[in-house]
């Protein structure tokens, strides 16, 4: 039987796209270039899928992003008239969905109870490690982290992964291996699972096929958005998945800029080697840029060993030119950002008109500094994750020591919140409800045995939480309204007001929970910032983001800032060709977040790359410098010499003292 084709509700597609919305293939890859419309590709597939009477429960759309998630389930329910019969589409991260397999069906999976940390928790347990005799020289617990979350996600031994991670540093490597086996042990000791487990979890239990056919029976067909993103430990997820369901992957190689984290550059491009009969599709139609952007972003790609194999082509037509501003200064470079934004806004333009991308948070240091000097409104992209600001961490801690009651890191949080009470007091109340639980006493009679000596209100509301575990949102409310007195004054010169409006969030975001592990699980694999929570009339700011974190943003002006020699590539990736191309789509990416106007800002001067590099080396980073070769058709080209005032020459006979006294006198102390 035919399937039906709704040419109505396609008729906003072009040709390519309704080729990939209703492709018949089993198993298909979208290569969709940058603002190519692969969002308005994944929608249309779905509503097609349905439309042919898949039913919206049977099918399951995974992103990267929280955000990229609430957008699918936005635009596939569309207006009222559809929502009914498209409620049931599931759209989430690759985490979130193995949580969600995890957690749904502890008969298959285990673990059922154990608590998921977040990366700054990981880091408080390899502290606690570090801290108990498994030190190594050189090496701060994050890094430790850091290393064997790469190990994982690439599928590497540790050793490899230290090597890859170090490889020019004296690390001992059997110092990093005693910590991680005593991380480890302390993880299995207190239920604990980070990000990395719930993949590794659920990979494991794929690898049993009986297991991965009824994990594929579940579904008609998985959709996969920012498939570049992909990494080794995900593909052991959607292997032996492959034969049991259909994949619909959509993703774009030259946007491939975590490799750091371990994503697989070239899986992309050995995707029908991996699924066979997979048909490849691409789009090349752009919606977002003018064609002399486009040009620009074209080029760059060009220039690449690679061959990309795709040329984007603006439906908008021709516009400005792209500007190419070189300055002496970051701060004369941040100087002129910020006055073109001011000049906009005097004709009357949103201050949401602009985006300035950065390499990293400290690179974007001279620009924010300028923003607040002149009062112009921004959020740095990403920001802080609500649930990772410290005053929400703090009530949360309460709901952890509830639904996990060995979760040591939430107690010492928690306890060490009371007045007087610090970490030795904390970890012998916590070694005294261990002791008692060994002993046979529940969880709840082995805390108030253990908080027989602090204040009363906190076993009280320890108890009013747990008789509430099952309506999340009033055990947030009674967590926040036990510590409110503590937090008012912990936090009295750091803008308590805002941050009680945090946990007013918090609470509303746990409503629809139905346990507080799914509610932390949740917020934690997917988080919320605080600049969503922010309402509609504040939202007329600049962005200033990392290129890392701009996936999915675009604005009329983009600012792409530190466009130097040693920063496109980065002098640390030179003699790496693969390091040295993800450098080159860490451009790309930037460069194609303008709709109307693109400004690449540079300084001229290098001066802390050349003390670090040397004239010689900063001859290698000219000649690696990707705007190095750059056509002056592609770019209006304006360089900016400020004029400085010269200080006068001191008259003839000055002379600097052999020393200044610098001592006080101390008048009637002597």
Request: glycine residues 6%; contains cysteine.
């Amino acid at each position: 039987m035919a399937e039906q084709v709704d040419d109505g509700a396609l008729a906003h597609l072009n040709p390519a796209q309704r080729e990939a919305a209703l492709t018949e293939a089993r198993h298909n890859l979208i290569l969709a270039g940058a603002g190519t419309g692969k969002t308005t590709t994944i929608v249309a597939r779905i509503r097609h899928l349905i439309r042919n009477g898949t039913p919206p429960d049977r099918i399951l759309a995974i992103t990267f992003t929280r955000r990229a998630a609430a957008e699918i389930r936005s635009r596939v329910q569309g207006d009222a008239a559809t929502a009914s019969s498209t409620q049931g589409v599931a759209a989430m991260t690759f985490h979130g969905w193995a949580m969600r397999e995890v957690r749904g069906a502890p008969d298959v999976f285990g673990y059922e109870g154990w608590s998921v940390l977040d990366q700054e928790d990981q880091q408080q347990v390899m502290r606690g490690v570090l801290g108990r005799g498994k030190r190594v020289e050189g090496l701060k617990a994050a890094q430790i982290v850091d290393v064997l979350s790469f190990a994982h996600n690439t599928r590497r031994t540790l050793a490899d992964a230290i090597r890859v991670k170090f490889p020019d540093d004296a690390i001992d490597a059997k110092a990093i291996g005693a910590a991680v086996r005593a991380y480890e042990q302390r993880k299995q000791e207190r239920r604990y699972l980070t990000y990395d487990d719930i993949l590794r979890v659920f990979a494991a239990r794929l690898a049993d096929d009986a297991v991965a056919e009824w994990v594929g029976s579940h579904y008609d067909e998985i959709l996969i958005d920012e498939m570049q993103d992909t990494n080794p430990l995900q593909w052991q997820i959607i292997d032996p998945l492959v034969p049991h369901t259909r994949f619909y992957c959509v993703g774009d190689d030259a946007q491939s800029i975590y490799g750091f984290r371990g994503a697989d550059f070239a899986s992309i491009h050995s995707f029908r080697d991996r699924v066979p009969g997979a048909r490849v599709l691409k789009l090349e139609d752009n919606y977002r840029s003018t064609q002399e952007i486009l040009d620009l972003s074209n080029w760059l790609l060009e220039q690449s060993p690679l061959g990309y194999d795709k040329k984007l082509r603006a439906v908008r037509g021709r516009g400005a030119k792209p500007e190419l501003h070189s300055f002496e200064t970051p701060a004369d470079e941040a100087g002129f950002i910020a006055a073109e934004m001011l000049r906009a806004r005097r004709d009357e333009l949103p201050w949401a008109t602009h985006l300035v991308l950065v390499r990293t948070n400290y690179s974007g240091r001279a620009i924010e500094a300028r923003l607040v000097e002149y009062d112009i409104p921004y959020v740095f992209f990403g920001g802080v994750k609500l649930l990772e600001s410290a005053h929400v961490r703090d009530v949360l801690s309460a709901l952890r020591v509830v639904a996990n009651p060995d979760d040591e890191v939430a107690w010492m949080r928690l306890l060490t919140l009371v007045p007087r009470v610090g970490d030795v007091t904390a970890a012998r109340a916590f070694d005294s409800f261990l002791a008692a639980r060994s002993g046979g006493a529940s969880a709840r009679e082995a805390r108030a045995s253990a908080l027989a000596g602090m204040p009363a209100w906190l076993a009280a509301g320890l108890d009013a939480i747990e008789e509430a575990a099952k309506r999340v949102d009033d055990a947030v409310g009674r967590a926040a309204a036990m510590l409110q007195p503590v937090l008012a004054h912990k936090y009295r010169n750091e803008n308590w007001e805002a941050r009680a409006r945090d946990l007013v969030h918090v609470e509303r975001l746990a409503a629809s929970r139905r346990s507080i592990l799914e509610f932390l699980e949740e917020y934690i694999l997917s988080p919320v910032f605080t600049s969503e929570m922010e309402p509609e009339s504040q939202q007329d700011h600049v962005i200033v983001s990392t290129v890392h974190s701009a996936k999915g943003l675009e604005r009329d002006w983009a600012f792409v800032a530190g466009a130097s020699a040693g920063s496109y590539p980065s002098a640390r990736s030179l003699g790496d060709l693969d390091e040295v191309e993800e450098e080159r789509r860490v451009l790309y990416v930037a460069l194609t977040r303008a709709r109307d106007r693109l400004v690449v800002t540079r300084t001229v001067s290098h001066t802390p790359v050349r003390a670090w590099m040397g004239s010689a080396g900063m001859d290698v980073l000219e000649d690696a410098y990707f705007l190095n070769t750059l056509p002056e058709r592609l770019v209006e080209e304006v360089p900016h010499v400020v004029a400085r005032p010269s200080r006068p020459a001191p008259p003839p006979g000055l002379s600097a003292p052999a020393e200044v006294d610098l001592s006080i006198d101390l008048g009637d102390l002597e």
